[in-house]
């Protein structure tokens, strides 16, 4: 605004007018208040002044033809001015306009050269690969290194297939800096997608010459070690796995599934699983939902019971645990303990109709029939679609019904239960 010249009441009014509009985005009448600017304009700066105001007004409208022109009449009469073109280059790059945006960035590196990082992901947009590659290059030599453009690289080596040089680039940097441990940690993932895990695994044994206190290389470690058979290793590795704060839960579920799986195969060693559990289980009671799967998958329903009870402990809010557990707990017939989780429970999924079931079906087995009553008609308000389950509704009614000596309503709900068709 400083810029504006010698200019006619005329201009100015139209002018501020436009800019007020173009504030409450009423982008036409903007544009209506600039054409007369531009009428009343004097001078080739006013007038690109006002180009200036209409090109970014045309762009809110989208219509992106006329703005550019718009940008483009700024440019011809003022020449390259940075806050016009980086105008330009986003019109360009909304319309995925990626090799005209390409010239624009160029020109825009002489004002700023942090525009050279757009050239690489133009170039690599445009499929320009060995340019963009070029430009990474250029940029880590000048500026180092940088997560950005490191990610870039590698979508480049995906995209391309190229992993041959994705993995020299890897070695090349591992050799300028091998303390580097994420340089370590994408060569290994990189040998293990070609399938070759001898050179993963000595990639992670080198990692771990030069980098003795590194916990994330102990997640490629210990899955090598299991590969080979080597399991004191692997849980050596598992164990700083689980301790690790640089390794998220998510993860580290995983890995225990791993291990889990291993057992599973080599039973001998379920007295380091049932360590590794407890270790683990500090953070969260979930891993005890994974033991009790893996008891359960081999029928032993107590050890199975004994790890969920620990798990819904920690873990109140998880429904699958909490389901399971109700579950081995109503066939060993602890009623008692059923009936207050299956309470605590209904406190979290008021809605659940199988955790009202359960409860009904604990509280018949305490002999506490109006407990059982209230709990199952409540419950049979959330049934959705399940005749099996409706008919067991109906069959704990009835036998809450007979035992408070309720005949009627007994045979009722017997009725209904007989009525219920459960397809096979």
């Known amino acids: 605004m400083d810029n504006l010249g010698n200019v006619t009441d005329a201009f100015q009014e139209n002018f501020f007018e436009a800019l007020k509009q173009k504030g409450i985005e009423n982008y036409e009448l903007a544009l209506v208040a600039l054409n007369k600017a531009e009428k009343a304009a004097k001078t080739e700066e006013d ?101 950005i453009r490191n990610a870039l690289r590698a979508q480049i080596y995906r995209v391309t297939g190229n992993t041959g040089g994705a993995i020299e680039n890897l070695e090349q940097k591992i050799d300028n800096n091998p303390k580097n441990e994420k340089e370590y940690l994408n060569l290994i993932f990189l040998y293990s997608e070609q399938g070759n895990k001898e050179k993963a695994f000595d990639t992670a044994k080198n990692l771990l010459k030069t980098n003795p206190k590194s916990q994330l290389v102990h997640l490629a470690l210990y899955k090598f070690y299991l590969d080979e058979g080597n399991a004191p290793e692997a849980i050596k590795s598992m164990k700083i796995v689980f301790a690790s704060e640089e390794v998220d839960k998510e993860t580290k579920y995983k890995v225990l599934g791993d291990f889990i799986q291993f057992v599973n195969e080599n039973p001998e060693y379920e007295t380091e699983l049932a360590e590794i559990v407890n270790q683990f289980s500090v953070e969260n009671g979930r891993v005890y939902e994974k033991l009790g799967d893996y008891y359960a998958a081999k029928d032993r329903k107590e050890d199975s019971l004994n790890a969920y009870e620990k798990g819904i402990a920690q873990n109140p809010d998880n429904y699958n645990l909490l389901k399971n557990t109700l579950l081995f707990q109503i066939e060993f017939k602890k009623y008692e303990a059923a009936a207050k989780l299956s309470a605590e429970g209904l406190e979290i999924f008021p809605a659940q109709a199988l955790i009202y079931l359960l409860n009904g079906v604990a509280n018949n087995g305490l002999e506490k029939s109006d407990a059982a009553v209230e709990s199952l008609e409540t419950g049979l308000d959330f049934i959705l679609d399940d005749p099996k389950m409706e008919r067991d509704f109906y069959e704990q009614l009835s036998f809450a019904y007979t035992a408070k000596g309720d005949s009627k309503k007994a045979k009722m709900y017997s009725e209904k239960a007989a009525a219920t068709k459960v397809s096979n």
């Open 47 to 147: 007038k690109a002044v006002v180009y200036f105001e209409m090109g970014k007004n045309h762009s809110y409208l989208k219509q992106y033809a006329e703005a550019e022109t718009d940008f483009n009449k700024v440019l011809k009469s003022q020449g390259d001015r940075i806050d016009v073109l980086e105008q330009l280059y986003e019109l360009y790059y909304q319309q995925k306009e990626y090799e005209k945006s390409i010239p624009l960035v160029q020109r825009l590196i002489l004002f700023d050269e942090d525009y050279k990082e757009d050239l690489a992901n133009l170039y690599t947009l445009t499929k320009q690969y060995d340019k963009a590659l070029e430009q990474l290059d250029e940029l880590d030599q000048v500026w180092g290194e940088s997560d």
